[in-house]
């Protein structure tokens, strides 16, 4: 089963909203977890590391402002899309690593579309 | 230093074929080197991944070769099913990079029934 599990799979909202996606460690304490941006046949871009209890790593060109990320407990880190536009439509994944482990597991992905 | 170079960008075989697909690093600071395998919409999923102290490493179908004098590392797909078309990602990490992933750009593989 999965052992990082993302949330929502899909989203769909206006230009101008905010939305929040999450990311889950469902069996392991996850201090750091990093998020991607994936656009269609390409390679995951990684947009910032998570760090619990302190503030995220942000990747260069990747904007603070726009992409908020919270790590507020070892198991969860959610990434806000504030002000969403129709450019930053594209699919979101996530990942951690367990603790002295080398590997990385993957969540399931979210797709935002913004209209 | 951080790139991970990987080819063919897109491979198509027959069924029962041998699809290879290759990858070159440049940072000799990488230690680990995992192979993901992505279905369409979904996130990747770790296939598989070698050390640089192995020359290669088997799972089930899949194996990975690994030349560390030449900086290379491949991934073959023995008897591939019409299951595995998908695209796959060689990644690369170091120790004290909090695991932190260098991908490769990523091979669509189709095979076909």
């Known amino acids: 089963g999965a052992v990082v599990s993302q949330h929502p799979s899909r989203v769909i909202c206006k230009s101008g909203t905010s939305v929040k996606i999450e990311c889950r460690s469902l069996d392991f304490q996850a201090t750091t977890m990093f998020w991607y941006r994936q656009f269609p046949k390409q390679s995951l871009m990684l947009m910032a590391t998570?760090?619990?209890?302190?503030?995220?790593?942000?990747e260069q060109g990747v904007e603070k402002d726009k992409f908020l990320i919270n790590h507020a407990s070892l198991t969860l880190s959610t990434l806000t899309v504030t002000s969403a536009h129709p450019e930053d439509s594209s699919f979101y994944i996530c990942?951690?690593?367990?603790?002295?482990?080398?590997?990385?597991?993957f969540g399931a992905g979210t797709r935002l579309s913004v209209l | 230093q951080q790139q991970v170079k990987q080819s063919p960008q897109s491979l198509i075989v027959q069924k029962g074929g041998i699809p290879i697909i290759n990858c070159a690093y440049e940072n000799t600071a990488f230690d680990y080197f995992p192979w993901y395998q992505q279905f369409p919409g979904k996130g990747p999923a770790l296939l598989i991944a070698?050390?640089?102290?192995?020359s290669e490493k088997k799972e089930g179908r899949f194996t990975i070769s690994f030349n560390k004098s030449a900086k290379q590392f491949s991934l073959h797909i023995m008897d591939s099913q019409p299951g595995d078309s998908a695209t796959y990602f060689c990644a690369a990490t170091r120790a004290g990079s909090a695991r932190q992933l260098t991908f490769g750009s990523g091979t669509q593989l189709t095979v076909l029934p």
């Open positions: 070698i050390r640089p102290d192995v």
């Open positions: 990942s951690a690593p367990p603790p002295e482990k080398n590997i990385q597991y």
């Open positions: 998570s760090n619990e209890g302190s503030k995220a790593t942000y």
